[in-house]
C-alpha cells in the first residue's frame, strides 16, 4: 500500500489550501481513512476521518479545525483530499494521509488506529 500526500505549500492566514492523498494498493472507499499532523517536538495530532463507504455517517473532525476542514474523496481518482479554508497559523505542521487496515467501532482518531501513513506534506500558514 502506498499512500501519496500533496498539495502542501504557504498560504497567509485566512486562506484556503487542499491536500490530497492518492492511495495504491487499496480502494479508498472501502477502508476508513484520516488526515493527522505534526510539527517538531510535538505528537502527532488527529485532524479527521472518513469511514469507509456503508457504516454511516462518513467524517469527524478535530474540534480545532471543525468547521473549517472537510475531507472528501474521489473514488474515480482513488484520492482523499483534505480541503481547508480560513487557515489559521496554528494550522503550520506536516499532514500525512493514513489508512486503517480494520475497522473499529466509533471514531478512529489515535495514530495507532492506522496502518498504513503517506509521507507527509508541509502547510505553512503565515500570520
Known amino acids: 500500500v502506498q499512500l501519496q500526500a500533496s498539495g502542501g505549500g504557504s498560504v497567509q492566514a485566512g486562506g484556503s489550501l487542499r491536500l490530497s492523498c492518492l492511495a495504491s494498493?487499496?480502494?479508498?472507499?472501502?477502508?476508513?481513512m484520516a488526515w493527522f499532523r505534526q510539527t517538531p517536538g510535538e505528537e502527532r495530532e488527529f485532524v479527521g476521518t472518513?469511514?469507509?463507504?456503508?457504516?454511516?455517517?462518513?467524517?469527524y473532525y478535530a474540534d480545532s479545525v471543525k468547521g473549517r476542514f472537510t475531507i472528501s474523496r474521489d473514488t474515480s481518482k482513488n484520492t482523499v483530499y483534505l480541503q481547508m479554508n480560513s487557515l489559521k497559523f496554528e494550522d503550520t505542521g506536516v499532514y500525512y494521509c493514513?489508512?486503517?487496515?480494520?475497522?473499529?467501532?466509533?471514531?478512529?482518531?489515535?495514530?495507532?488506529?492506522?496502518?498504513?501513513w503517506g509521507q507527509g506534506t508541509l502547510v505553512t500558514v503565515s500570520s
Open positions: 494498493g487499496r480502494t479508498v472507499s472501502r477502508y476508513t
Open positions: 493514513a489508512v486503517a487496515e480494520r475497522h473499529m467501532a466509533g471514531w478512529m482518531t489515535r495514530p495507532a488506529d492506522y496502518t498504513y
Open positions: 472518513m469511514r469507509r463507504s456503508g457504516s454511516g455517517s462518513g467524517t
